[in-house]
């Protein structure tokens, strides 16, 4: 099977300039199939803010009103995603600029209200993605870049998360391609020692993270992730690697830095 | 060859709710291959004030500054455009929403600076349009949805007026399809007596364009959309129509409404 690089990337990325210039140049020089999935960064919140959008938080999570659909739809699917697409272009990988209502890629239901109601926030049908359009972007030669944002099937454009998006692509293309997720985050990878940015575990399988577990080494921050990471996995993702975005280019030959998860 | 329809709708089909709803519904249940032009509305106009971005505007025509350049990415791109791409979702119609950067489909330049600076706005270089990434889209049953923003190859995207891409699309598109062109606009077609609605004239070919210029008949403002559709029927496309975007059903039979030039 061909490789294939599911990339996610958020804010320490997507809010500095010279990161994301950075980033791009080595993500257009990937030779591989390639698609990459952004997060929103702090823009949204900062043109919120001038629009006069308050942002709701219940139990520290934020709640998408009408308005703030509105706002995401246009920073997240417009701003960030199309500049990323216009940047790749200069740098000679042709890419397409994706929700996941285009070519009703990745459809989604509003989370169903239980003790919150999240407002329009989606939940990924995950048995229900129009892979073969994604399929026929990569087999054409043209990268799909992906914005976190689904829609219901009614009408509704949906904030999802892009974590989960990257992972749900990753998921339903890996029964066609040798597949490697990697979550680009703020660290190198995942650390024995939180304080130690040289501490980076280059591998945990399932056995190595239930002895890591055991000893109580791990950040609990980092857990969700590594839970996500064996999910895919068992799903049928190849390896997940988790680090930073600036070892992008060593991250996608054998040798890699980062924590590889598989 | 297969029929093709290139339709452009503007300020008064985006900018009420009801009108758009009623236009997509229409478009939707086109059988034939199609393709939508929209442009911006005021929206953006809106959404810049409350951001305090101010219009400025040289001889009557607005220049699109770094700030209105990211404004109107946002408004036309993302918030425009994917909520058009949502409702077609909705209404079974599998659309893609697009600018000119993706998939390099429409590669423009900055327009160069003379007397005025119009500032990031683009002019379409007509002979590189990507058309092979239209059709493949068209051919897997997936209908494109243009915003009316081009990019230049070096990262930037450019503010482009969306008749010209809409002519650009058609002329393009002309080798290959059997392309009508359709402008929606606010009046029923081009009229004998600007002051009544009932005054439509039903077809216009060159020798009838000549006599309606002699007779100074025409309304001063429709005699640039005329040359245009002449220009893109020189081109190559096959018909032009002019008319209001209620009409559009039957503007996709061999009965039509509005204006037929050809």
Known sequence: MDKLFVIKIGGNVIDNEENLSSFLQSFASIQSNKILVH??????TKIGEQLGIKSNYINGRRITDDDTIDLVTMVYGGLVNKKIVAH??????NSIGLTGADANIIPATKRP???VDF????????DQLKIDNVQLFLESGIT?????????????????NAD?????????????????????FEKKGVLENVNDENSVIRNINKEKYRQLLQEQKLFEGIIPKIDNAFAAIDAGVKE???????DLLKN?????EGTLIN
Do not use: M
């Not at 997060?39 to 949204?44: L, N, R, T």
């Not at 407002?119 to 995950?126: A, C, F, P, T």
């Not at 996608?252 to 890699?256: A, F, H, L, N, S």
């Open 113 to 115: 209200v239980k003790e």
């Open 164 to 184: 989960t998006i990257a992972s749900s692509l990753a998921i339903a293309l890996s029964k066609d391609y040798d597949v490697r997720l990697i979550y680009c």
């Open 252 to 256: 996608t030959t054998d040798e890699t």
């Open 88 to 93: 790749l272009q200069a740098k000679s990988c």
């Open 119 to 126: 407002g329009w926030v989606g939940d990924v049908y995950n």
């Open 240 to 246: 997940v690697l988790i680090g930073d975005a600036k």
């Open 144 to 160: 799909p870049v992906f914005a976190p944002l689904t829609h219901d099937g009614n009408g509704h454009i949906l904030n999802t």
């Open 39 to 44: 997060g929103g960064g702090k823009i949204a």
